[in-house]
């Protein structure tokens, strides 16, 4: 352990713990995860700079259904499966210049050791209990369902193609047996219920506590408000047991106690990796965790979807423990260009995807440079992007970086004196506070702003000194060697955020490391040319034009055409952007009204409303045709009113006449829908038709 100074104060010496979600080890890291362990970076690297004993620790999620179901799928062990994407996760947090003091993973001996200590602990005080409950469980796959493999329709909202944890249209916490016309998320059947005991913890018995925490701490107001609702509509105790199939840990004495093998419940186990991330540092730092979570502070960072786990569960079963409630920090999700980012429209970056087309520096001054601690989405608008990496990052600081060191090195090749400016360095020390303060709050959208004010002020003193008319001049010498020293403060106070940046100005200038402790206008020393600070974005790209804006919808109702024998008027919902419409459609030889009904099917919305044979049809259903069989566009896992898109292009947001339409070439391979040999997808599946011959085209 590092001994403490004897100049620090407790406060001051007083050991951090930073964290962030632990990413789910399912699937590759994409840009909307890095806004988070960005944002955590930042302030970490900023309390590090401030000389503050904080540590960066997370891990990779192991346990859970999806882990098991996909790995099974891929034909691996569900530990080897996860392992990939846990060694995948740590070079591509490593890309984007974010440093963990230690990353771990969940499915650990310590993590093991502690969720049975907790369970152990919290069971002794009789806040834990079994009890029988109806499970969802599927014939068809032989399995019982997690709630998030169960999907129906939410009985508060009445949104369709909900999940069964969390409605994601009105955010009410929800089990499977909640979902009206539940669907197995596997095979699309609809699922029994059965009994199963279990194991429960009294989160009720913590509603007073925890009214009493978020009453006395600072919690952000869009927090604050959902608490107040979630606290209103009571706490129900929270099952914290899974049955087989799962993969993770097993409850000890489970089998004698509910009659059959049961397994910790992932988001039991998974806050608690944060502690065994801990316990494993210190097994190698000759300290104990304790010191961290008990003694000392903790501060997670974490996005708004996961806040009732992390606000109601975890600090109740820290409480549990006597364990302080860590401090947390709510973020909004990210959007490209206005909308969810969507593999279709080619907006769904991984992080290594993106990599390949911007710098890393890049996305860490744009995410800090709307980062504050307001819960709102941030838009990854990609033309706005462009412009602040050129115009402001390097227009503005880079520019003026690189150009006063680079004058420095060719004309001096050192600082020996320095301008004394004191009103003009006493503006800028009053802005480097406001930084400060700005990081302390984790108000990074202010940081930035202060921090480019300071540059203004260093590029409009240059202009004036004018030293490369006569470098030679005592007053350029000074005028630059004060220049210098800005810019060698600039990159201390921007290295949270843009650490490559600032060691390229720190390497310049001899330096290995430097804190906030060597902000100073008296710096003299040898200058080095240096390195290009900031990386040009050239273009953006752009996708293809698809001409169709398709969508799901739901035909609710099916009648005769009145003036026309092979025609039906059909009903169609297409959701809530969307609204219902009447479609005119040319199916009444191939199906009947009950194989209509209430089916599923891709329509074009952008249709230009036209009359036939005397009613309106305001959209089209489209359906492939072999010559002999007819069958609609499917997408039955997709919720109404989501687009369809072919991958790589953008839809249209023009009308198209039918003349229109019958120009493209959709076809059918392998029960599949290709446009020019690119697939048609949804967010959530593959656009399928069943019933026509390969070749068939759609009309």
């Given at each position: 352990?590092?001994?403490?100074?004897?100049?620090?104060?407790?406060?001051?010496?007083?050991?951090?713990?930073?964290?962030?979600?632990?990413?789910?080890?399912?699937?590759?890291?994409?840009?909307?995860?890095?806004?988070?362990?960005?944002?955590?970076?930042?302030?970490?690297?900023?309390?590090?700079?401030?000389?503050?004993?904080?540590?960066?620790?997370?891990?990779?999620?192991?346990?859970?259904?999806?882990?098991?179901?996909?790995?099974?799928?891929?034909?691996?062990?569900?530990?080897?499966?996860?392992?990939?994407?846990?060694?995948?996760?740590?070079?591509?947090?490593?890309?984007?210049?974010?440093?963990?003091?230690?990353?771990?993973?969940?499915?650990?001996?310590?993590?093991?050791?502690?969720?049975?200590?907790?369970?152990?602990?919290?069971?002794?005080?009789?806040?834990?209990?079994?009890?029988?409950?109806?499970?969802?469980?599927?014939?068809?796959?032989?399995?019982?369902?997690?709630?998030?493999?169960?999907?129906?329709?939410?009985?508060?909202?009445?949104?369709?193609?909900?999940?069964?944890?969390?409605?994601?249209?009105?955010?009410?916490?929800?089990?499977?047996?909640?979902?009206?016309?539940?669907?197995?998320?596997?095979?699309?059947?609809?699922?029994?219920?059965?009994?199963?005991?279990?194991?429960?913890?009294?989160?009720?018995?913590?509603?007073?506590?925890?009214?009493?925490?978020?009453?006395?701490?600072?919690?952000?107001?869009?927090?604050?408000?959902?608490?107040?609702?979630?606290?209103?509509?009571?706490?129900?105790?929270?099952?914290?047991?899974?049955?087989?199939?799962?993969?993770?840990?097993?409850?000890?004495?489970?089998?004698?106690?509910?009659?059959?093998?049961?397994?910790?419940?992932?988001?039991?186990?998974?806050?608690?990796?944060?502690?065994?991330?801990?316990?494993?540092?210190?097994?190698?730092?000759?300290?104990?965790?304790?010191?961290?979570?008990?003694?000392?502070?903790?501060?997670?960072?974490?996005?708004?979807?996961?806040?009732?786990?992390?606000?109601?569960?975890?600090?109740?079963?820290?409480?549990?423990?006597?364990?302080?409630?860590?401090?947390?920090?709510?973020?909004?999700?990210?959007?490209?260009?206005?909308?969810?980012?969507?593999?279709?429209?080619?907006?769904?970056?991984?992080?290594?995807?993106?990599?390949?087309?911007?710098?890393?520096?890049?996305?860490?001054?744009?995410?800090?440079?709307?980062?504050?601690?307001?819960?709102?989405?941030?838009?990854?608008?990609?033309?706005?992007?462009?412009?602040?990496?050129?115009?402001?990052?390097?227009?503005?600081?880079?520019?003026?970086?690189?150009?006063?060191?680079?004058?420095?090195?060719?004309?001096?090749?050192?600082?020996?004196?320095?301008?004394?400016?004191?009103?003009?360095?006493?503006?800028?020390?009053?802005?480097?506070?406001?930084?400060q303060d700005s990081y302390a709050a984790q108000d990074f959208k202010s940081a930035v702003k202060?921090?480019?004010?300071?540059?203004?002020?260093?590029?409009?003193?240059?202009?004036?000194?004018?030293?490369?008319?006569?470098?030679?001049?005592?007053?350029?010498?000074?005028?630059?060697?004060?220049?210098?020293?800005?810019?060698?403060?600039?990159?201390?106070?921007?290295?949270?955020?843009?650490?490559?940046?600032?060691?390229?100005?720190?390497?310049?200038?001899?330096?290995?490391?430097?804190?906030?402790?060597?902000?100073?206008?008296s710096w003299k020393g040898t200058v080095r040319e240096p390195a290009k600070l900031v990386q040009?974005?050239?273009?953006?790209?752009?996708?293809?034009?698809?001409?169709?804006?398709?969508?799901?919808?739901?035909?609710?109702?099916?009648?005769?055409?009145?003036?026309?024998?092979?025609?039906?008027?059909?009903?169609?919902?297409?959701?809530?952007?969307?609204?219902?419409?009447?479609?005119?459609?040319?199916?009444?030889?191939?199906?009947?009204?009950?194989?209509?009904?209430?089916?599923?099917?891709?329509?074009?919305?952008?249709?230009?409303?036209?009359?036939?044979?005397?009613?309106?049809?305001?959209?089209?259903?489209?359906?492939?045709?072999?010559?002999?069989?007819?069958?609609?566009?499917?997408?039955?896992?997709?919720?109404?009113?989501?687009?369809v898109h072919v991958d790589g292009m953008e839809n249209s947001t023009q009308g198209v006449t039918?003349?229109?339409?019958?120009?493209?070439?959709?076809?059918?391979?392998?029960?599949?829908?290709?446009?020019?040999?690119?697939?048609?997808?949804?967010?959530?599946?593959?656009?399928?038709?069943?019933?026509?011959?390969?070749?068939?085209?759609?009309?």
């Amino acid at each position: 352990m590092r001994k403490k100074s004897k100049n620090l104060t407790s406060k001051e010496s007083e050991k951090i713990i930073i964290t962030a979600a632990l990413p789910y080890a399912n699937g590759p890291i994409h840009v909307g995860h890095l806004l988070e362990y960005i944002q955590a970076d930042i302030y970490a690297r900023f309390l590090k700079l401030q000389g503050k004993d904080a540590l960066y620790i997370c891990a990779s999620d192991m346990h859970g259904t999806p882990v098991e179901v996909n790995a099974q799928k891929a034909g691996k062990k569900p530990e080897a499966y996860a392992l990939g994407f846990w060694k995948e996760h740590q070079l591509d947090f490593a890309s984007y210049l974010i440093h963990f003091d230690h990353y771990y993973h969940t499915h650990t001996p310590e993590n093991r050791k502690l969720a049975e200590y907790f369970f152990s602990e919290i069971k002794k005080k009789k806040l834990i209990y079994t009890k029988k409950m109806n499970i969802i469980y599927c014939n068809s796959c032989q399995r019982s369902l997690p709630d998030r493999y169960v999907r129906g329709t939410c009985p508060y909202c009445t949104t369709a193609e909900q999940y069964g944890d969390v409605c994601e249209s009105c955010g009410s916490v929800l089990k499977g047996i909640d979902l009206l016309n539940p669907k197995c998320a596997l095979c699309g059947k609809t699922p029994l219920q059965k009994e199963s005991e279990h194991y429960f913890f009294k989160l009720s018995a913590f509603a007073k506590k925890l009214q009493q925490w978020m009453s006395s701490s600072h919690l952000q107001p869009e927090v604050q408000h959902w608490l107040q609702g979630w606290m209103a509509n009571g706490l129900d105790d929270w099952c914290i047991s899974r049955d087989a199939p799962y993969f993770g840990f097993e409850i000890p004495g489970s089998k004698e106690e509910t009659g059959s093998v049961k397994y910790f419940y992932v988001w039991m186990d998974a806050p608690i990796g944060y502690i065994s991330t801990t316990e494993n540092y210190c097994a190698h730092k000759k300290c104990h965790w304790e010191e961290y979570w008990k003694h000392g502070k903790v501060h997670h960072f974490i996005g708004k979807d996961i806040s009732y786990f992390h606000f109601l569960f975890w600090p109740a079963m820290l409480m549990a423990m006597n364990i302080p409630v860590p401090e947390l920090t709510v973020h909004g999700f990210i959007t490209i260009n206005g909308e969810k980012m969507s593999k279709s429209r080619g907006t769904f970056f991984t992080a290594k995807d993106f990599l390949k087309l911007y710098p890393a520096e890049a996305l860490r001054f744009f995410y800090a440079k709307h980062l504050d601690r307001k819960v709102i989405d941030v838009d990854l608008n990609l033309e706005e992007f462009k412009a602040l990496t050129n115009n402001v990052l390097m227009g503005n600081v880079g520019n003026f970086c690189y150009r006063v060191l680079t004058f420095a090195h060719k004309n001096y090749g050192k600082v020996g004196k320095i301008a004394a400016e004191k009103e003009r360095t006493a503006v800028v020390h009053q802005n480097i506070t406001i930084v400060q303060d700005s990081y302390a709050a984790q108000d990074f959208k202010s940081a930035v702003k202060y921090v480019l004010q300071i540059a203004d002020e260093g590029n409009a003193y240059f202009q004036m000194s004018a030293a490369w008319k006569n470098p030679s001049d005592p007053q350029s010498v000074a005028a630059v060697g004060w220049c210098v020293n800005l810019a060698r403060n600039i990159a201390i106070i921007i290295s949270p955020i843009l650490p490559d940046f600032s060691r390229k100005i720190f390497d310049a200038l001899g330096a290995k490391e430097l804190s906030w402790n060597d902000i100073e206008f008296s710096w003299k020393g040898t200058v080095r040319e240096p390195a290009k600070l900031v990386q040009k974005i050239e273009a953006v790209p752009s996708s293809p034009i698809f001409p169709l804006r398709l969508v799901v919808g739901k035909i609710i109702a099916v009648k005769d055409h009145p003036n026309a024998d092979s025609l039906y008027l059909l009903t169609v919902d297409l959701g809530k952007s969307w609204g219902k419409k009447q479609v005119v459609a040319g199916l009444k030889k191939h199906l009947t009204p009950k194989q209509l009904l209430n089916r599923k099917a891709v329509f074009c919305a952008n249709m230009k409303p036209a009359k036939l044979r005397g009613e309106m049809s305001e959209a089209m259903i489209l359906a492939a045709d072999d010559g002999v069989t007819v069958a609609p566009l499917e997408a039955g896992k997709t919720a109404l009113g989501e687009e369809v898109h072919v991958d790589g292009m953008e839809n249209s947001t023009q009308g198209v006449t039918f003349e229109e339409f019958k120009k493209l070439v959709l076809l059918v391979r392998g029960g599949k829908v290709f446009v020019e040999g690119k697939k048609m997808t949804t967010p959530v599946e593959d656009v399928i038709v069943h019933g026509v011959k390969e070749g068939a085209r759609v009309y």
